[in-house]
């Protein structure tokens, strides 16, 4: 196992590896930016580094202040959590270059996956079922229309170099579609700097199935079973649940060992979730394989008893995998709730602001992951995720009542400050939720409101989703303070000579 180790994110997955290291005897490195000088996970860690300002562009991505950090402080190794450079293969690679290892797996696995349009080719190969669409990407509006000609509307436009729900319109007519792929490749350049977009069948009354995997660098490959992430807002996901629920034991078998085989084929080592649709009649599409650790990770960690952490940080030092397939059992029901600094009645609007009251939940088999606390300053300048709310229980009615008893215990207030806890006990309640009948749509029907005198709709097909415009860059001014618990911060500055880094 490493000494130390850096952890390259902030917010509540910084403080989610950093108290899975101090575990297990790791000290941490913790990089921050201006704004997060005061957090959690800085107060906390045996030693910080302040890598830049505010903007993200220049803080958490900005590779070559990471690797400096790491290589000032005598790192190990680095976890990026999730978001932010934890699926940049480039990032991957010059930390390999400078002597660090990267918790994920290979640069050219994660290379190969990060590209939408690979990634399909790769699973088809291995013989993972696609939706109907386009294995390649189309560099004119003209083969788009071919492509959706041939598969029929609805149909999507997917950027190749998309993730995290970003690079994605979903596209009805023949009409819309010329707009819609100039729009999303116009998007997708400004957004991951690569155009390439392909197209496939949209599936509108689907869930939204994913598998967590783990693999070792010794061949060795396990499943920890299904997450339903149906309930999603413009492909974010706000509500997930394991197992995925109401569907047969068959399907959920099928989808497991599929994701296994696919994952091993390409070589893939460490925490992984591959993304399925399934249709009405239970047939799975591939969409995807996410080469991190998840944000929903606590819903399955909360049924196998398995700290996927660990395992992640077990795997990149070396250590074949410490479970067997046969060792994995799946107990009862667990439900996370994601709580966004967001405000619903706003189209789900960022509403950033100063804690003045915050009190999370309690009680038995209540997990709260969080790095707020009163007089936390919620910053505009990242995503806005404040806390994920997890619970267990035997059962799928007592796990989703649990879960609702503890967002109404959830007391988060500031000034201008709104969160989605009043939306997601809306969700919790609805009556295709609660019967495991709910699909992607789910979320845009309860936003929808219903026209006079119309009887309610289960389930209607959603809005086209639009392409979210690229982060504004700010560039607030950089300062190295001295920190306020006596340990020494470090300014982390560019080394000397041509290959102390390279820039993504």
């Not at 709580?339 to 009645?345: F, Q």
Request: contains cysteine; glycine residues 8%; negative net charge.
């Amino acid at each position: 196992m490493f000494d130390k180790l850096l952890i390259a994110n902030r917010g509540e997955i910084a403080l989610r590896v950093l108290r899975a290291c101090r575990e297990l005897g790791v000290r941490t490195v913790v990089v921050h930016s201006s704004a997060d000088a005061d957090s959690l996970p800085v107060r906390l860690a045996d030693e910080t580094v302040r890598i830049g300002p505010a903007s993200s562009r220049q803080s958490y991505l900005n590779a070559a202040a990471i690797v400096e950090a790491a290589r000032q402080t005598g790192a190990q190794a680095v976890h990026p959590g999730y978001g932010f450079l934890s699926e940049d293969a480039d990032f991957a690679e010059i930390c390999a270059e400078n002597g660090l290892t990267f918790v994920g797996p290979p640069p050219q696995v994660m290379a190969a996956l990060a590209d939408k349009s690979t990634a399909r080719a790769l699973m088809s190969r291995a013989g993972l079922p696609l939706p109907p669409g386009s294995v390649r990407t189309l560099p004119t509006a003209a083969e788009a229309l071919e492509v959706a000609a041939e598969v029929g509307y609805p149909v999507i436009v997917k950027a190749a170099a998309g993730g995290g729900g970003r690079g994605m319109t979903v596209v009805r007519t023949a009409a819309e579609l010329p707009r819609a792929y100039a729009r999303t490749r116009a998007a997708a350049q400004v957004a991951f700097g690569d155009d390439r977009v392909y197209v496939e069948r949209y599936l509108a009354d689907a869930r939204h199935v994913e598998v967590q995997v783990l693999c070792d660098n010794h061949g060795n490959g396990i499943h920890l079973g299904t997450r339903d992430c149906s309930v999603q807002r413009r492909h974010q996901k706000l509500i997930e649940e394991a197992p995925a629920p109401a569907l047969r034991q068959a399907t959920l078998d099928t989808l497991a060992e599929t994701a296994l085989r696919g994952a091993l084929s390409v070589g893939f080592t460490g925490a992984g979730t591959v993304e399925f649709l399934v249709d009405e009649a239970e047939r799975c599409h591939f969409l995807e394989i996410n080469c991190r650790i998840q944000v929903e990770h606590p819903v399955t960690e909360l049924v196998t008893g398995i700290d996927l952490v660990h395992e992640q940080l077990h795997v990149a030092a070396g250590t074949p995998l410490r479970w067997r397939q046969e060792d994995v059992r799946l107990r009862g029901v667990a439900v996370e709730c994601r709580v966004n600094v967001e405000d619903p009645d706003r189209d789900f609007a960022p509403a950033p602001g100063r804690l003045d009251r915050f009190r999370p939940p309690g009680g038995p088999f209540t997990r709260v992951d969080t790095h707020g606390h009163v007089g936390y300053l919620v910053s505009p300048h990242y995503d806005s995720l404040l806390a994920k709310v997890a619970v267990w229980a035997p059962d799928r009615d007592g796990a989703l009542d649990r879960l609702d008893r503890a967002l109404g215990e959830f007391e988060v207030a500031g000034p201008g400050v709104r969160t989605t806890i009043p939306f997601a006990r809306r969700v919790l309640r609805d009556a295709a939720f609660r019967a495991g009948r709910h699909t992607t749509a789910l979320v845009d029907r309860l936003l929808t409101p219903p026209a006079a005198g119309a009887p309610p709709a289960v389930d209607a097909p959603p809005a086209a989703a639009a392409v979210p415009a690229a982060e504004p860059a700010t560039v607030p001014d950089i300062r190295a303070d001295a920190d306020p618990a006596g340990r020494t911060p470090v300014t982390a500055v560019p080394a000397a000579g041509p290959n102390a880094w390279r820039n993504p």
